[in-house]
């Protein structure tokens, strides 16, 4: 267990539709990632916030957004949602802002969306 | 729990031998490169890492080797056991940040026991 925790576990819904994802970062750690994974695909880097405010993006669509929140649990918003939007999402959460060493990562269980 | 890669490539290996999982990456100005290992269910997990001034390193039970001169990496487990059965994928970095990572889409191992 990663201490990273990622609700829900499976998200099926319709294309159009509007969903939240939440992660709660490990205790201690300032920083959440979100990344998407698509089937076959590899991880995507979508965005970074660190104590609150958005430090990297990746390719982050504009019909996503996130924020972290002062309790430093974060929510990945996912709005107009398409076909290819289904995929599994991750959060991730390090102690710093630009930890160097990936050992210093650690990844959620993810979030497995369906659109239909 | 969660299936991913559901068509990648698959490397069948009998407890106890030794696995060799490769991985060609893209850019030949990467400097850092991550090897991560996901069981099904679970998140990616960090297993080693090398920068490109090694060609190789070890861990406990898994070493690393960098060959630049093709781009490629290769992740040896020693003694596979059954609980090293997941997907494993390799990352590239040029000059660090995680915005700056390029992940590959791995290699499913699966440990007979």
């Known amino acids: 267990d990663s201490g990273v925790t990622q609700t829900p576990k499976h998200l099926i819904t319709a294309t159009g539709q509007r969903v939240t994802l939440r992660c709660s970062p490990r205790?201690?750690?300032?920083?959440v990632y979100w990344y998407q994974q698509s089937l076959d695909q590899g991880l995507q880097f979508l965005i970074q916030?660190?104590?609150?405010?958005?430090?990297a993006k990746g390719n982050i669509l504009e019909r996503f957004s996130a924020q972290q929140f002062p309790d430093l649990h974060s929510e990945l918003n996912l709005s107009s949602l398409e076909l290819g939007d289904s995929a599994l999402y991750f959060c991730?959460?390090?102690?710093?802002?630009?930890?160097?060493?990936?050992?210093?990562?650690?990844f959620g269980p993810g979030t497995r969306l369906t659109v239909l | 729990g969660e299936s991913v890669g559901l068509h990648l490539p698959t490397l069948s290996v009998q407890e106890g031998d030794n696995s060799i999982i490769n991985c060609a990456y893209s850019?030949?100005?990467?400097?850092?490169f991550i090897w991560y290992k996901q069981e099904s269910g679970k998140g990616p997990q960090f297993i080693i890492d090398?920068?490109?001034?090694?060609d190789k390193r070890q861990g406990q039970r898994v070493t690393v080797l960098l060959n630049k001169t093709v781009k490629h990496l290769s992740l040896q487990i020693a003694a596979t056991q059954p609980g090293d059965s997941a997907v494993y994928f390799c990352?590239?970095?040029?000059?660090?940040?995680?915005?700056?990572?390029?992940f590959g889409t791995g290699t499913k191992l699966q440990v007979i026991p």
């Open positions: 990352a590239e970095s040029l000059s660090g940040g995680y915005q700056k990572v390029t």
């Open positions: 916030y660190y104590n609150g405010e958005e430090r």
């Open positions: 205790s201690g750690d300032l920083s």
């Open positions: 991730a959460s390090s102690v710093g802002a630009s930890a160097l060493l990936y050992n210093e990562q650690f």
């Open positions: 090398i920068r490109s001034n090694m």
């Open positions: 850019n030949s100005a990467s400097d850092y």
